[in-house]
């Protein structure tokens, strides 16, 4: 039932948004008393706590399946970008500035989370680029990494829209791309960009 739960609220917050959704709306969603869903979580506050660590999970263990098909690190870069293009598909604004504007504690704790994750994947991208030939050996590491990130996170803690927001971030992914890419690079860029708008 909990697991029922934290899934009928992740589709009901990413649709009407993390502050409009009460208790009782999930609980109509679901067809149960509000009294059950305080059984498992003793308040709003904590069900979206909960809701967040499975999201955190759901995408540490998008980027374990990506990683695990063994592609070059720009076809990564996109194969990532495309999967988490479907999350948050029926939200209007995106969910982390909604956590941020309302519920700065919960977004403070899961976001060190994030950092981390999205840090040492794209770390791990970047080093595995230069061994590969894809990425210019002379970068700054570290730099590129937290300006990837920056400009990433500073989009998703905006009040764009998702349809903004997904042009955006390919944006910003060929900007990164093309920053610190070889000729070699540029070459297997340029073939993504091609698959994707063929």
Do not use: C, W
Not at 56 to 64: C, P
Not at 158 to 185: F, M, W
Request: glycine letters at 4%.
């Amino acid at each position: 039932m909990k697991d029922k739960i934290i899934a009928t609220a992740t589709e009901t917050f990413v649709k009407l948004g993390v502050r409009s959704v009460t208790m009782d709306d999930i609980a109509q969603q679901m067809g149960i008393s509000k009294k059950t869903i305080y059984k498992y979580f003793k308040n709003k506050e904590a069900l979206i706590t909960e809701v967040a660590q499975v999201a955190h999970l759901e995408i540490r263990e998008v980027i374990s399946d990506v990683l695990s098909q063994n592609l070059n690190p720009i076809a990564e870069m996109f194969e990532v970008r495309r999967i988490f293009k479907g999350f948050f598909l029926g939200a209007d604004i995106s969910p982390v500035f909604q956590l941020k504007k309302y519920y700065p504690e919960i977004y403070e704790s899961i976001i060190l989370r994030e950092r981390e994750t999205y840090y040492s994947y794209t770390r791990e991208n970047i080093l595995r680029g230069i061994a590969g030939g894809y990425y210019r050996e002379d970068l700054e590491i570290e730099n590129a990494v937290q300006f990837y990130y920056t400009l990433i996170y500073s989009l998703h803690e905006s009040d764009i829209s998702q349809t903004q927001l997904r042009d955006l971030e390919r944006s910003v992914l060929i900007y990164h791309l093309r920053a610190i890419s070889t000729p070699e690079g540029i070459k297997e860029l340029d073939r993504q960009l091609t698959i994707e708008n063929p």
